[in-house]
């Protein structure tokens, strides 16, 4: 799973990268600081099903601390952007195509209203919101522009979904997703020969099923802040919004991995670890935790909101014992899968091993130690044995 971190220049987005997967990267206050796309690992979490069955976890391809499973991300953040960049403006299309793999985007807009759209310049009256629409603007030209570039192909192809999908492949989209997109553009599928307009419409259709997006209003810790929160909620719908504070929470992880506070992401109050520090970090302390206490960062809100609200994910742990809830060799719990919610355990049979799917035979709930089919839909924080045909090794 990817997902990408996209904004106009300036507005924040180095930041929470590094905020959301502790790496350094160049943050500064001019456009284009990021070229090259930065690419790490953040963590969704959740609690681990550990104390629901009594046991130890031993994890194994995610971490669990203090009885909550860190489930891994890949994060990237890529060049800002500018109005026309898919017409080459600024850093162009290099950032488009960067995105093209990401299962979801979050868009960083600047929630104190005080840096220009193109990011070159301070400002008293930048609208977020129109940050969020350009972006939106970029992206669906960006992808119309690859269906126009191919429209003499594709609408020689009567399967229409077929065709486009030969052409949008590399965007990981599904044939199911393009499918959808035309029926609800009300689109003919066969034979395509759309104009401008069709394109734009069935463009920001499919963007909107196939990459998902989450605004995150930034720099929540301004007094604008608020004011500029509520027009993003009114415009795009407050399941759609988070506020954060990108800068804080970078600042509180960096002082507890060097141990002069106890934190970790998530926490509404730290620990002051160390008294040995000036008078200037102390009240920059005593600010950042009054301002937690109050609101939070919420940059783990993001992540978590991503994965299990626009991805609509769900966590199933995977065991060869349902008795002990082990492994093949004894590591009680050590895999925790995301996967969509609304897959089945045959789903869950592929993740694990095409030949295990094959020979699957059916599925045992350890919780509950009842037999299930193949077509069990999965809940979250299931624990699930498959069984299969294939001889123990």
Known sequence: MQIGIIGAPNKGKSTLFSALTLNDVAIADYPFTTIDP???VAYATSMCVEKELSVKCR????????????????IIDVAGLVEGAHEGKGMGNQFLNDLAAADAYLIVVDASGKTAPDGTHSSNDSNPVDDVMMVERE?????????????????RNPDGVEALYSVLAGLKVSKESISTAIEKSFLTSSNIAWGDGDIETFSRRLLSIAKPVLIVANKSDSKEAEQHTRSLIEKFGEKNVVACSAAIE??????ANRGVI???A???????????ISQEQKSALEYMKDFVARKGTNVQEVINRAVFGLLNEIVVYPVEDENKYTDHFGNVLPDAILIQKGATAYNLAERIHTDIAKSMLYAVDAKAKMRIGKDYLLKNDDVIKIVTSARPK
Not at 59 to 70: I, K, P, Q, Y
Not at 250 to 255: D, I, P, Q
Not at 266 to 276: N, P, Q, V, Y
């Open 38 to 40: 930065n690419i790490g």
């Open 59 to 74: 994890a194994r391809n995610s971490l669990c601390v203090d009885g909550t499973r860190m489930l891994p991300i890949n």
């Open 139 to 155: 992206l669906t030209a960006w992808l119309g522009g690859m269906v126009k570039k191919h429209m003499n192909i594709i609408s």
């Open 250 to 255: 970078l600042a509180l992880r960096k002082a």
């Open 262 to 264: 106890s934190y970790k």
């Open 266 to 276: 998530g926490d509404r109050s730290f620990e002051l670890l160390k008294g040995d």
